[in-house]
């Protein structure tokens, strides 16, 4: 099964991300998200984030998941090479969501190429069939 794929949109980008179950599907849009802006399979895996988010329902809970790649980019220069241990769980009305990032600071053996302004709500979907696929405009 293939992580993403990118769909052609008028102004920003536009990508659909895919998984077995929904921790897969929010990881590899978070590949898809770090795609935009540099080689993610490039990057080396030393540097490791624990990550925490939280949301009312899943479309926030994957809005603020993919805001901490550019959250981490802007603060640390934290470049996204892979994410591990992604648990989502439902906490009573809203969902909690923990992960691991690794990868690297920016440094010149790193390009970056594209910059990801904000992720929009605008024609997010969230699939949970199998296989579950996330679709997520970004602001490009």
């Not at 993403?4 to 949109?9: K, L, N, P, S, V």
Request: glycine share 4%; net charge neutral; proline share 1%.
């Amino acid at each position: 099964m293939k992580q993403y794929e990118f769909i052609a949109h008028t102004a920003d980008a536009k990508f659909r991300a895919f998984g077995r179950d929904l921790e897969e599907a929010f990881s590899n849009a978070a590949l898809a998200t770090a795609s935009l802006m540099w080689d993610w399979k490039k990057v080396e895996k030393g540097t490791r984030c624990e990550i925490k988010v939280e949301g009312k329902d899943l479309k926030q809970l994957l809005c603020s998941f993919l805001e901490e790649i550019i959250y981490l980019l802007d603060s640390e220069m934290f470049l996204l090479g892979s994410v591990d241990k992604v648990k989502i769980k439902k906490k009573g009305n809203h969902f909690t969501l923990e992960a691991l990032f690794k990868g690297d600071k920016y440094s010149d053996k790193y390009k970056i190429f594209g910059e990801v302004k904000a992720i929009t709500y605008n024609e997010m979907e969230i699939k949970e069939d199998r296989p579950v696929t996330l679709q997520v405009v970004v602001d490009v």
